[in-house]
T-cell receptor, first 120, second 112 residues
Framework: GAVVSQHPSWVICKSGTSVKIECRSL??????MFWYRQFPKQSLMLMAT?????????EQGVEKDKFLINHASLTLSTLTVTSAHPEDSSFYIC????????????????FGPGTRLTVT | LAKTTQPISMDSYEGQEVNITCSHN???????ITWYQQFPSQGPRFIIQ???TKVTNEVASLFIPADRKSSTLSLPRVSLSDTAVYYC?????????????FGKGTKLSVKP
C-alpha cells in the first residue's frame, strides 16, 4: 500500500529557532500534499494544501510567512516553522493524495505518522 | 464541504459489534464518505470509503441510506486494539483540492 513518511518523528527546539519537517511519499507520486496540526485531545486542523511546483494554499488564520511550505517534487513536501514559539508546540501531520489510481481507490489520502514538535 | 456530526465517545467490550453513526445533512451529490482511525500520536489511517448503500472490507462495513444524510461505520467483534478515535469525513476526495476537514471524531473505548 501507499506509504507516507515524516522526518523527524519528534523534535525539540528553542524558542526563536526554525524547524523543518519533511513529508515523503515513498512508493507513489503525490501531486497534492496537505499539512495538518493537532493539539492534545483535539482534532486535526488543516493548515495548508501544497501542490507540486506551485505555491501552497493556506487556510484562514494560518500565517504563511511563519509556516513555509515547499513542494519541490512529486514525492517531497517540507514544512518549516520559522521563529518557533512555545505555542507552536503541536503534532504536525502531513497527508498525500496519489496521482492516478493507487490501491483500491483513487480518492484516498495517505497520512504520515506525524511529527511531535516541542518548543522550549 | 459538508459538516459532520458524530458522538463524542462510545464505550464497548471486547467481542461486541460497534456501530458509529455520522450525520451529514448537507452532503453534496459528488461527495464521498470516508472513515479514518487514529491512535494517539499517530497519523490517521484509512478504514473505509463509500458513496451509497453498503461497502464492506476486511476490517469494517459502511452503511449509507438512500438519502445519504448519514452513515454508519460498523466494526465487528472489536478488540482492545480498536480503542481509538474514529473520524467521519465527507467530501470530494479526488476533486481539485480534495482537502479533508476533520470534525471532532468519536473516541471509542473498548474494555476487556
Amino acid at each position: 500500500g501507499a506509504v507516507v513518511s515524516q522526518h523527524p518523528s519528534w523534535v525539540i527546539c528553542k524558542s526563536g529557532t526554525s524547524v523543518k519537517i519533511e513529508c515523503r511519499s515513498l512508493d507513489f507520486q503525490a501531486t497534492t500534499m496537505f499539512w495538518y496540526r493537532q493539539f492534545p485531545k483535539q482534532s486535526l486542523m488543516l493548515m495548508a494544501t501544497s501542490n507540486e511546483g506551485s505555491k501552497a494554499t493556506y487556510e484562514q488564520g494560518v500565517e504563511k510567512d511563519k509556516f513555509l511550505i515547499n513542494h519541490a517534487s512529486l514525492t517531497l513536501s517540507t514544512l518549516t516553522v520559522t521563529s518557533a514559539h512555545p505555542e507552536d508546540s503541536s503534532f504536525y501531520i502531513c497527508s498525500a493524495r496519489a496521482q492516478g489510481d493507487i490501491g483500491t481507490s483513487s480518492y484516498e489520502q495517505y497520512f504520515g505518522p506525524g511529527t511531535r514538535l516541542t518548543v522550549t | 464541504l459538508a459538516k459532520t456530526t458524530q458522538p463524542i465517545s462510545m464505550d464497548s467490550y471486547e467481542g461486541q459489534e460497534v456501530n458509529i453513526t455520522c450525520s451529514h445533512n448537507n452532503i453534496a451529490t459528488n461527495d464521498y464518505i470516508t472513515w479514518y482511525q487514529q491512535f494517539p500520536s499517530q497519523g490517521p489511517r484509512f478504514i473505509i470509503q463509500g458513496y451509497k448503500t453498503k461497502v464492506t472490507n476486511e476490517v469494517a462495513s459502511l452503511f449509507i441510506p438512500a438519502d445519504r444524510k448519514s452513515s454508519t461505520l460498523s466494526l465487528p467483534r472489536v478488540s482492545l486494539s480498536d480503542t481509538a478515535v474514529y473520524y467521519c469525513l465527507v467530501g470530494v476526495m479526488g476533486g481539485s483540492q480534495g482537502n479533508l476537514i476533520f470534525g471532532k471524531g468519536t473516541k471509542l473505548s473498548v474494555k476487556p
